[in-house]
């Protein structure tokens, strides 16, 4: 079959991942070293796609930014107490090239390791950092035009946004219009077409290596973001460059096809080398329908993720109401490298009742390595180690239960709707507390949840959308509480599902004829 309409990924922070894998074989770990068991146990997960955060080429310019910077280094020290310099490899956000890094075993290692995952239906999703490059990039001497330069006036005016570099020019940091340059990088001048053409090459190039790229805060080459930074207006880059990795890739689909595995989820489709690719946009600022309308399969949803971090139920309910076109392309997550631990910001019972409203929503459902066992410390893109976390053996049995109602093919593949919940008794303010959904697909069961998203116990009845239930009873089993009941079908149409729950409580109901 097919590659599911709502999607699964999973997020590893590849150099902590290989950092660790190296203590355990006494000797530097690369990709070619991660165990086919692992792989194995994403696949069995429901998984369809693995994100390697951090494979690219980086310098010691940006290394050495990153263990002298103060404010960097304080944090690097709550997260390690026994750091050490090594552990401070830099970002992988201030890169070099877009080659794998050498110590990660290069571009061959990562193609070994694509074809393991392909030949367990995985997906594999790489970094492409569109605004700046490091500080050493060879374009630095080469196309020092494809960079946005400064005067010694700027420098003066703003040193947090420009730097003088050894030979005297001064270039400008990386940055958004809103904080302080990043300083291990160099800010790219898409203002100058010739700057546009070599990232789009680049794109081009990564597109070969992998399957979909996630594009890091791809908002700011957006015209009006980066003309509100640098004053200067560029021509719309997304749409050119997304067209021109379709191009390029429907071409390489003329030369003769490598059959693929048959683990393959696109090999029933008839696909070769590149069966299609995908495009995930961080971006904020409400510029999510900007991005998917120049073509990018998902955006981050972090307004769902703040919201639920505020805890209050209306604005969640009012941010689901938004048109489905626009929805099925949202990448909803809980946490992931640049947002704090969900088990350190979610209170228990809250953290459950999140990660369901979160991942039973259309679109793409983002896990990051970590959170499934609870880990609690946030590891920076700088460092290649983490710390030692026991697993929270509470939150471990939760998301193992969720990854599993999450294979339920209605929730991987059907159709979705909001539900409405009504007053189960005049003045039952607590209805108002509940969040509430239907997945539907033909010839499966279909599914509906119902959170209680409040720290007091609420009631309603939610309105059941299928017109077919009456004339049957219906056996109602919850695939996160595991309990079972059993309701007459022209109940549940004419008067609702009555729900009853406790502070936070969260279910998800597989509904099956009995």
């Known amino acids: 079959m097919g590659a599911p309409r709502h999607p699964s990924l999973y997020q590893v922070n590849t150099r902590v991942w290989l950092t660790a894998l ?41 290394q050495r930014v990153s263990r ?22 830099g970002s992988g956000f201030a890169i070099t090239g877009y080659d794998v890094h050498e110590q990660l ?25 569109p605004n700046h490059m490091a500080l050493d990039h060879p374009w630095v001497q080469s196309h020092p035009e494809y960079f946005v330069q400064g005067t010694d006036d700027d420098l003066a005016r703003a040193p947090q946004n420009y730097t003088r570099l050894p030979d005297g020019r001064v270039f400008a940091y990386g940055r958004d219009p809103y904080f302080a340059g990043w300083p291990d990088t160099l800010q790219l001048n898409y203002a100058n077409p010739a700057t546009q053409e070599a990232m ?17 805060m791809a908002m700011l080459v957006l015209p009006d973001v980066f003309e509100r930074t640098w004053g200067m207006r560029p021509e719309p880059f997304w749409p050119r460059a997304i067209a021109r990795v379709h191009e390029e890739l429907r071409r390489a ?23 299609c690719f995908l495009f995930m946009a961080e971006v904020y600022w ?33 941010h689901l109401h938004a048109d489905l076109d626009y929805q099925n392309k949202m990448a909803r997550f809980l946490e992931n490298h640049d947002e704090p631990r969900a088990a ?9 009742a999140a990660a369901v409203i979160t991942f039973f929503s259309p679109g793409l459902r983002f896990f990051h390595q970590g959170q499934l066992d609870g880990a609690r410390t946030r590891i920076s893109p700088h460092l290649v180690r983490g710390p030692i976390e026991p697993v929270d053996q509470r939150l471990r049995q939760f998301y193992d239960t969720l990854l599993a109602a999450l294979k339920q093919p209605a929730v991987r593949d059907g159709d979705w709707q909001r539900l409405e919940c009504r007053p189960a008794w005049d003045r039952n303010w607590t209805s108002e507390c509940f969040i509430a959904y239907a997945w539907h697909v033909p010839d499966a069961p279909r599914v509906v949840v119902v ?12 309105e059941v959308p299928f017109g077919d239930l009456a004339g049957a009873e219906w056996r109602l089993a919850d695939q996160i509480e595991g309990h079972v009941y059993d309701r007459n079908g022209g109940d549940l149409q004419t008067r609702g599902l009555y729900v009853d729950a406790s502070p936070w409580q969260a279910s998800v109901f597989v509904l099956t004829r009995k």
């Open 286 to 318: 409400d510029l999510e329908w900007t991005l998917q309308q120049q073509g990018f399969d998902y955006t981050y949803d972090k307004r769902l993720y703040d919201r639920l971090r505020e805890g209050h139920v209306q604005p969640i309910r009012e």
């Open 253 to 275: 689909e003329a030369l003769p096809h490598v059959p693929l595995p048959s683990g393959d989820p696109h090999r029933d489709r008839g696909a070769g080398l590149q069966p």
């Open 22 to 62: 190296g203590r355990s074989l006494g000797r530097r770990a690369t990709l070619d070293d991660i165990p086919d068991a692992e792989l194995d146990r994403v696949a069995a997960m429901g998984f369809d796609w693995i994100w390697f955060l951090s494979v690219w080429q980086t310098g010691l310019a940006g």
């Open 451 to 462: 959170v209680n998203y409040a720290s007091n116990r609420s009631q309603c009845y939610v």
């Open 105 to 129: 075993g290069g571009d061959a290692a990562l193609a070994r390791l694509r074809e393991r995952l392909r030949a367990r239906g995985l997906r594999l999703l790489l970094d492409f950092v």
């Open 68 to 89: 002298i910077n103060s404010e960097w280094r304080h944090e690097f020290e709550q997260t390690l107490p026994d750091l050490t310099e090594d552990d401070i490899a």
């Open 200 to 216: 789009i090459a680049a794109l081009v190039k990564i597109a070969t290596q992998c399957d979909g790229v996630r594009c890091d």
């Open 344 to 352: 350190a910001t979610f209170p228990p019972g809250t953290h459950e």
